[in-house]
């Protein structure tokens, strides 16, 4: 595989998905399973419809790693440009020997991907359900000097903590060095953006990073990128070079501000909490005083526990999951929950953080609540009163557990998944659903969950096109890529620190069909070739479908509610008996509660 090749389609463990908010996207769709190992495999064609992802990427995944002994069960998420495919393994299957057979399956699958795309894999190092969470805070320092002092000067050292699996980033600014390329300089020279990308490639590796690596501005605007009128061509002579931002995947609330950076300490699985909370705490007490500028602190908040870790001498906690409106502000949220005495902090996540956790996407939000120890009010009661107010925000659900014990049945979200090959035949269905449950007495919040999006350019490549014009598929997608986010083609370096080299060719009030059509890419005989006449491209006023998500080889679609003011178990007796009277289901079209099988 080509070094360009290996660039444009890389794996990664739970990467954000590309895309606009999401209103009302699903929280959880089943419990997962602690004890399952996990792989994921992850791949990217810039620009192509979530559908034509599925087509072309999910679905042949799916088709080759089924029936590799060890296989539980397989879920995915398809988007634009991008697709995810987690894979549940037995505990009792080697992982190394299962992983030997999916790269087998796959390579000998690879005349079924399109245009040479080749997906990796990759193991998620096994994770407990507990996570402790901080705030890094100051008066003086900017959210991007925050963001990048939580990454180099506190992550990597709570990583290095016995106990802790990894420690992962929501807020701030996450800095990178841009080099920004003129389309009209790089068609005056003749010059591709592959030819930029090889550049960088050349440079000597950092380490064991992938990349090519530089160190200065300078050193890279007089890298050389090829020849004009016989004259090397230094980079700077087509493109600018500066430091930017990458576009923000996370957000994070605490104490009414909207733009905290929160870290977020997984622990692995099977160690014990109450051991590894005071390895970390001392941990970050070492940091604050020997590594952080003056005027910055961390808070930790009570970390959030499951239920197991109770009786490690933490304040009792929330934990709460929702989704929301996109017109219900996090400061409205914040606002409803500390209504509650008992509540003496909370911090709200939004957004996509690092991790495995795909089904989170734009829109899903998750609140952490510290609780007043000396309360003498039950955690349960609290808990309910929190809910009430949360029930007066329109279209908020939300999912409540503790670190104190069980909570009653309804303040749980409750889900039902409507699986089928079909998307106009689930969306019927789960329309029916909805109207057959309305007037079942104490459902509340109830709707179809949906993925909404903004308009988006599609492209398509013409695989005749490509071939007939000797043009490479990867350059193609590298074009759009680089015009429509960026294009990661190396690492930048200050000090100890590693920051991202991102290729974006186009400023970011650009970027449409239009413009992207006048890209060029290489062709067989030398010359330059407009990305127009290889790829059809046009912005979608009103998309039907942003995210299609699937388990074990079917799609589906959710419908989700709460419950409120009722016993659970007398509601879901008279919610099953109306959607068994009410909803009728085509052939092929199957629907499950969360707690049953599929």
């Known amino acids: 595989m080509s070094r360009l090749l290996r660039n444009l389609v890389i794996v990664g463990v739970g ?29 990217r064609a810039p620009g192509s419809s979530p559908e034509a992802m599925e087509a072309t990427a999910t679905v042949p995944v799916e088709r080759a790693l089924t029936g590799i002994p060890g296989l539980v069960d397989m879920e995915s998420l398809s988007a634009q440009g991008r697709t995810l495919v987690r894979v549940g393994v037995s505990p009792d299957t080697p992982l190394p020997i299962f992983l030997e057979a999916a790269r087998t399956r796959l390579t000998d699958a690879h005349d079924a991907f399109p245009l040479g795309l080749s997906p990796p894999l990759s193991s998620i190092p096994p994770r407990s359900d507990a996570s402790l969470h901080y705030t890094v805070d100051s008066k003086v320092e900017d959210v991007s000097s925050l963001r990048t002092l939580n990454d180099w000067d506190v992550r990597q050292v709570i990583e290095r903590v016995p106990g802790v699996a990894g420690v992962a980033t929501c807020g701030g600014l996450v800095k990178r060095l841009e080099i920004l390329p003129g389309p009209a300089r790089m068609n005056a020279h003749g010059v591709p953006l592959s030819a930029i990308v090889d550049a960088i490639g050349a440079l000597p590796p950092a380490g064991l990073a992938m990349h090519g690596e530089v160190t200065s501005l300078e050193q890279v605007g007089y890298l050389q990128i090829g020849m004009s009128d016989g004259v090397p061509l230094p980079l700077r002579e087509v493109a600018r070079v500066a430091i930017g931002y990458a576009p923000r995947t996370c957000t994070a609330l605490r104490d009414g501000k909207e733009d905290v950076v929160e870290g977020i300490i997984d622990l692995q699985l099977g160690e014990d909490p109450s051991r590894v909370i005071p390895r970390v705490a001392e941990t970050l007490a070492e940091v604050v005083a020997n590594k952080l500028p003056r005027g910055v602190q961390i808070r930790p908040l009570d970390f959030a526990l499951p239920p197991s870790a109770a009786g490690v001498g933490r304040t009792p906690s929330l934990r709460l999951r929702l989704s929301s409106p996109a017109e219900v502000s996090l400061p409205a949220i914040a606002e409803a929950v500390r209504r509650t005495a008992e509540v003496t902090d909370v911090l709200i996540l939004k957004g996509e953080v ?10 899903d939000l998750e609140a952490l609540i510290a609780l007043d120890p000396r309360s003498k009010r039950p955690i349960p009661a609290v808990a309910l009163e929190i809910a009430d107010g949360l029930a007066k925000l329109p279209g908020v659900r939300y999912d409540l557990s503790t670190t104190a014990g069980e909570l009653p049945a309804e303040l749980h979200a409750r889900v039902l998944r409507i699986s089928g090959a079909d998307l106009e035949q689930l969306r019927a269905a789960a329309e029916q659903t909805v109207s057959a449950l309305g007037d079942v007495r104490g459902a509340s919040a109830l709707g179809v969950v949906r993925d909404d999006d903004e308009p988006r350019l599609e492209v398509k490549l013409d695989s005749k096109r490509l071939a007939m014009l000797g043009v ?31 290729i974006r060719s186009l400023p970011p009030e650009e970027g449409g069909a239009k413009d992207l059509g006048w890209l060029t890419v290489r062709a067989k005989d030398g010359g330059l070739v407009p990305l127009s006449q290889v790829a059809s491209m046009e912005m979608t006023a009103s998309p039907t479908v942003s995210r299609i998500r699937r388990r074990n080889g079917a799609r589906f679609l959710a419908v989700a509610l709460d419950v409120r003011g009722r016993d659970m178990k007398d509601f879901l007796a008279e919610a099953r008996q109306r959607v068994a009277e009410k909803v009728k289901l085509p052939v092929g079209v199957s629907l499950a509660w969360e707690d049953e099988a599929p």
């Open 354 to 363: 690092p991790g495995d956790g795909m089904w989170h996407v734009a829109g």
């Open 472 to 502: 490479s598929p990867q350059d193609a997608y590298l074009a759009v890529e680089a015009a429509t986010g960026g294009h990661v083609a190396g690492s930048y370096r200050e000090g100890e620190k590693r920051f991202d080299l991102v």
């Open 15 to 43: 990467v954000a998905m590309l895309g606009g908010a999401a209103a009302g996207a699903l929280l959880l769709l089943h419990r997962k399973r602690p004890d399952l190992q996990r792989v994921l495999i992850e791949t």
